[in-house]
T-cell receptor
Framework: LAKTTQPISMDSYEGQEVNITCSHN???????ITWYQQFPSQGPRFIIQ?????VTNEVASLFIPADRKSSTLSLPRVSLSDTAVYYC??????????????WGAGTKLIIKP | DAGVTQSPTHLIKTRGQQVTLRCSPK?????VSWYQQALGQGPQFIFQ???????QRGNFPDRFSGHQFPNYSSELNVNALLLGDSALYLC?????????????FGPGTRLTVL
């Protein structure tokens, strides 16, 4: 199972674009990259998932280079309510050994006014 | 469309006691996974249930057991509670659609062991 490495914390300001990079050097061929957001004492919330290149939804974009050894979550024009912990996970959602996604400590993002 | 629900919200137990936590999956989902999250850490996978059977298990002792019912809801049981079992217990549901699958988490149950 691929392990991930993320910055422990990041600060930014309202209205800025925030990019959080995740390293996953031993990602397997069938692995997808998934990002979750978690507020204190709440369950994680799915943000975005991708396999390669670029994925965009209404809240974020996910950039994955060709070698897939890293990925970047991009949050456009953040607000104070985006202050949370962000987790990057790598796993094979369709494989027999799926779901044992390894969660690191995540990146604590603090948005300042 | 109701999301994942968990009960109770909070629970206080003493060492040695037993506890049962409950989870109802998101409508249409057939798979339930349980996680333990200690303060300041990421969730740790306990086990997953599909078709009423435990399919995968993380590195947790046998004191942790579970069950899935025909309506896909699930229970997590923890016996002989230890102080270290104090944590947020998260339930996640998903659908075993081939290839792309996303887990949706409930709000969690905060367990405090005294």
């Amino acid at each position: 199972l691929a392990k991930t490495t993320q910055p422990i914390s990041m600060d930014s300001y309202e209205g800025q674009e925030v990019n959080i990079t995740c390293s996953h050097n031993n990602i397997a061929t069938n692995d997808y990259i998934t990002w979750y957001q978690q507020f204190p004492s709440q369950g994680p919330r799915f943000i975005i998932q991708g396999y390669k290149t670029k994925v965009t939804n209404e809240v974020a974009s996910l950039f994955i280079p060709a070698d897939r050894k890293s990925s970047t979550l991009s949050l456009p024009r953040v607000s104070l309510s985006d202050t949370a912990v962000y987790y990057c996970l790598v796993g094979d959602p369709g494989g027999d050994s799926n779901y044992q996604l390894i969660w690191g400590a995540g990146t604590k993002l603090i948005i300042k006014p | 469309d109701a999301g994942v629900t968990q009960s109770p919200t909070h629970l206080i137990k003493t060492r040695g006691q037993q506890v049962t936590l409950r989870c109802s999956p998101k409508s249409g989902h057939d798979t339930v996974s349980w996680y333990q999250q200690a303060l300041g850490q990421g969730p740790q996978f306990i086990f997953q249930y599909y078709e009423e059977e435990e399919r995968q298990r993380g590195n947790f002792p046998d004191r942790f057991s579970g069950h899935q019912f025909p309506n896909y809801s699930s229970e997590l049981n923890v016996n002989a509670l230890l102080l270290g079992d104090s944590a947020l217990y998260l339930c996640a549901s998903s659908l075993r659609v081939f290839w792309v699958d996303t887990q949706y988490f409930g709000p969690g149950t905060r367990l405090t062991v005294l």
